[in-house]
T-cell receptor
Framework: NAGVTQTPKFRVLKTGQSMTLLCAQD?????MYWYRQDPGMGLRLIHY???????AKGEVPDGYNVSRLKKQNFLLGLESAAPSQTSVYFC??????????????FGDGTRLSIL | AQSVTQLDSQVPVFEEAPVELRCNYS??????LFWYVQYPNQGLQLLLK??????LVKGINGFEAEFNKSQTSFHLRKPSVHISDTAEYFC?????????????FGAGTTVTVRA
């Protein structure tokens, strides 16, 4: 019963390095999301996808790129990491609204520190 | 666009006492409302949701919330808390029509239950 799996769980980067966070879901959800969580700010949407091959910007997209080449995977890339991107990153997935409010299912997060 | 304000950042409470977490939202359209819980070092889990109908919504682990449209509030309550309820709680809103799938989260309320 995996649900939403995020890889890696922890990572430390130096300023200017690049990396990719992987999100995989086994629930056949069409929609996938990337959020960042910072103290006192709740979760903020970075990018999202409504289907394979489609992506869109969320509230805080600058400095990030995403790709959804397969329905079950959603990748978040940091092109040139900055200390301001130190955060906990959450991936989530959901169905389109089927009358049930479209609840999102979350992974356990990736803790990323940029030195 | 929608926004959420959680009125308390931290709520300390004794075991077996009641707790109320306050959430106000802002939206120019009809909304879906959610409460999520985040236990330490975990992702978010759905506690309950309001879609339509009865304004009193019951969720998991003995939690309930009441939707008040005139006061644009969605407060979460539990009549008797346990140590295991220590967690961070997030209120979230999604605007309708249903294809507006983005969630806006509040900043979170940390509940600490003491014996």
């Amino acid at each position: 019963n995996a649900g939403v799996t995020q890889t890696p769980k922890f990572r430390v980067l130096k300023t200017g390095q690049s990396m990719t966070l992987l999100c995989a879901q086994d629930m056949n959800h069409e929609y996938m999301y990337w959020y960042r969580q910072d103290p006192g700010m709740g979760l903020r949407l970075i990018h999202y996808s409504v289907g394979e091959g489609t992506t869109a910007k969320g509230e805080v997209p600058d400095g990030y790129n995403v790709s959804r080449l397969k329905k079950q995977n959603f990748l978040l890339g940091l092109e040139s990491a900055a200390p301001s991107q130190t955060s906990v990153y959450f991936c989530a997935s959901s169905y389109p609204d089927r009358g049930d409010g479209q609840p999102q299912h979350f992974g356990d997060g990736t803790r990323l520190s940029i030195l | 666009a929608q926004s959420v304000t959680q009125l308390d950042s931290q709520v300390p409470v004794f075991e077996e006492a009641p707790v109320e977490l306050r959430c106000n939202y802002s939206s120019s359209v009809s909304v879906y409302l959610f409460w999520y819980v985040q236990y330490p070092n975990q992702g978010l889990q759905l506690l309950l949701k309001y879609l339509s109908g009865s304004t009193l919504v019951k969720g998991i682990n003995g939690f309930e919330a009441e939707f008040n449209k005139s006061q644009t509030s969605f407060h979460l309550r539990k009549p008797s808390v346990h140590i295991s309820d220590t967690a961070e709680y997030f209120c979230a809103v999604s605007g309708l029509p249903a294809n507006d799938y983005k969630l806006s989260f509040g900043a979170g309320t940390t509940v600490t239950v003491r014996a």
